[in-house]
């Protein structure tokens, strides 16, 4: 896949370095899973901080299949 370059607010969380598609959903599930943002309750909810606010449009849970939808409106 060709690298795609991530906007200011996925950058926050991924690096601004230009990647593909599939590094960038990788990254996010590292830092998701580092921060412990995986809903308890329900594992496919991911509980946005600060950060992934910014890229799930001031969401504050978003659906792993959500996510990626969202995701893919911060690359270029």
């Known amino acids: 896949?060709?690298?795609?370059?991530?906007?200011?607010a996925l950058a926050a969380v991924v690096g601004s370095a230009p990647l593909p598609r599939t590094?960038?959903?990788?990254?996010?599930?590292?830092?998701i899973k580092k921060s412990?943002?995986?809903?308890?309750?329900n594992r496919?909810?991911?509980?946005?901080?600060?950060?992934l606010k910014a890229v799930f449009g001031g969401k504050s849970q978003?659906?792993?299949?959500?996510?990626?939808?969202?995701v893919s409106g911060h690359l270029k």
Do not use: G, H
């Open 1 to 8: 896949m060709k690298p795609m370059t991530p906007s200011a």
């Open 44 to 51: 496919r909810m991911i509980n946005a901080d600060a950060k």
């Open 36 to 41: 412990k943002l995986q809903d308890a309750a």
């Open 62 to 70: 978003v659906s792993m299949f959500e996510m990626t939808k969202l």
């Open 23 to 31: 590094e960038v959903t990788k990254k996010i599930w590292e830092y």
